[in-house]
T-cell receptor, first 112, second 114 residues
Framework: GENVEQHPSTLSVQEGDSAVIKCTYS??????FPWYKQELGKRPQLIIDIRSNVGEKKDQRIAVTLNKTAKHFSLHITETQPEDSAVYFCAATLYGNNRLAFGKGNQVVVIP | DAGVIQSPRHEVTEMGQEVTLRCKPI?????LFWYRQTMMRGLELLIY????????DSGMPEDRFSAKMPNASFSTLKIQPSEPRDSAVYFCASRKAGGLNEQFFGPGTRLTVL
C-alpha cells in the first residue's frame, strides 16, 4: 500500500519567516496530493492540493511543489503568522483509487 | 450547505457498552469515509463507501467495529463491545465522485471509553 512520510515532525519558526514541510510517498502511480491543516480541536481542512501533471501551485502565502521523479512534495508557507500554527497533514492517492493515505502530520509553531 | 454532520460530538461510555457514531455527508457527495485519529497512530482510514456500498474495510481494526450506509445521506459506525483502546476522535468525510476531489471532514466525535 501507499506509504506517506512527513518531515520534520515539529517545526518552530519566527513570525514572518518561511516554513517548509516535506512529504515523501512510495507509490509512483499516485496522482493527487492534498495538504490539510488541522487546528487544535478542529477538523482537518484542505488548504492546497496539486495533481501529478503540475509541478507547482501557489495560493497567496502558501505553495506546493511536486517532484515526481524523487516522489516527494513540499508545502511552503511564506510570511508566517501566528494563525498558521497548526498540524499540517500531507496525503497521496493512487490512480484509479478513491482513498487517501495520510502522513502522520507536522506540528508547526509560529513564534510571535 | 451545512457540511458534513456528525453526532454525537462527544461520547463517554464504559467498557463493554455499545457505541454508535453517526454521519450525514454533504448532499450530492457519493463517497463517504470513516477515519480514526489518535496521537500514536495519526489519521487512519477505517472504511469507505462509494454510492452506499462498502469498498474497502481493511482498516477496520476488529470484528467489534462495523459500519453501514443504508442510504446516500446517512452512515453509522458501531463499536460493540467498546474498549478503552478505542478512545479516539472519529472523523467522517465525504467527497464528490472522482478520486481527485477534495474530501470534506466533519467536526468529529471524541470518544472516551472508561
Amino acid at each position: 500500500g501507499e506509504n506517506v512520510e512527513q518531515h520534520p515532525s515539529t517545526l518552530s519558526v519566527q513570525e514572518g519567516d518561511s516554513a517548509v514541510i516535506k512529504c515523501t510517498y512510495s507509490d509512483s502511480a499516485s496522482n493527487y496530493f492534498p495538504w490539510y491543516k488541522q487546528e487544535l480541536g478542529k477538523r482537518p481542512q484542505l488548504i492546497i492540493d496539486i495533481r501529478s501533471n503540475v509541478g507547482e501551485k501557489k495560493d497567496q502565502r502558501i505553495a506546493v511543489t511536486l517532484n515526481k521523479t524523487a516522489k516527494h512534495f513540499s508545502l511552503h508557507i511564506t510570511e508566517t503568522q501566528p494563525e498558521d500554527s497548526a498540524v499540517y497533514f500531507c496525503a497521496a492517492t493512487l490512480y484509479g483509487n478513491n482513498r487517501l493515505a495520510f502522513g502522520k502530520g507536522n506540528q508547526v509553531v509560529v513564534i510571535p | 450547505d451545512a457540511g458534513v454532520i456528525q453526532s454525537p460530538r462527544h461520547e463517554v461510555t464504559e467498557m463493554g457498552q455499545e457505541v454508535t457514531l453517526r454521519c450525514k455527508p454533504i448532499s450530492g457527495h457519493n463517497s463517504l469515509f470513516w477515519y480514526r485519529q489518535t496521537m500514536m497512530r495519526g489519521l487512519e482510514l477505517l472504511i469507505y463507501f462509494n454510492n452506499n456500498v462498502p469498498i474497502d474495510d481493511s482498516g477496520m481494526p476488529e470484528d467489534r467495529f462495523s459500519a453501514k450506509m443504508p442510504n446516500a445521506s446517512f452512515s453509522t459506525l458501531k463499536i460493540q463491545p467498546s474498549e478503552p483502546r478505542d478512545s479516539a476522535v472519529y472523523f467522517c468525510a465525504s467527497r464528490k465522485a472522482g478520486g481527485l476531489n477534495e474530501q470534506f471532514f466533519g467536526p468529529g466525535t471524541r470518544l472516551t471509553v472508561l
